[in-house]
């Protein structure tokens, strides 16, 4: 029997990326070959293109903002908007901010404050 696998870090994560991140992984597991390990980078840190990883990039982008959304986002100038966006859509604001800069809709400097930090916690013996 396989099992599927997903790793993340949350070295630098935001919750945008996180999201995004997971939902990417969990898109090859849903489209695509279970038999395949799929890299994103080699060890140089440089970026593998292939079919697959566009698609996955492509369904957790639209799993999380769908595409009917999407011409909203050009609209959303200031924090009000897309928290208000978000609460609409049922995302966190944070996801809405990382999609907005990605897309060069805002500046990469801009509302980060609407993100969440992730960090690892150490879990005690209960």
Same mark, same amino acid.
């Given at each position: ?8 870090? /949350?070295? +630098?994560?935001?919750?945008? %990326? ?6 990417? @992984? ?18 140089? $840190?440089?970026? /593998? =293109?292939? @079919?697959? @990883? +566009? ?5 957790? %982008?639209?799993? /999380? ?5 999407? +011409?909203? /986002?050009?609209?959303? =100038? ?9 609460? %609409?859509? +049922?995302?966190?604001? $944070?996801?809405?901010? $990382? %999609? ?14 609407? =993100? ?7 879990? @005690?013996?209960?």
């Amino acid at each position: 029997m396989h099992k599927a696998l997903i790793q993340l870090s /949350l070295y +630098g994560k935001t919750n945008d %990326r996180f999201w995004f991140n997971f939902f990417h @992984e969990a898109a090859h597991i849903l489209l695509h070959d279970k038999e395949n390990i799929f890299l994103d980078e080699w060890n140089s $840190g440089e970026s /593998l =293109k292939s @079919e697959q @990883e +566009g698609e996955a990039d492509k369904w957790s %982008r639209e799993f /999380l903002i769908p595409p009917e959304y999407e +011409g909203e /986002l050009a609209k959303l =100038k200031y924090e009000t908007d897309v928290i208000d966006f978000a609460e %609409r859509i +049922g995302i966190h604001p $944070g996801i809405v901010v $990382g %999609r907005l800069q990605h897309d060069r809709l805002i500046d990469p400097s801009w509302m980060n404050n609407l =993100k969440v930090s992730l960090h690892f916690q150490e879990i @005690e013996n209960v």
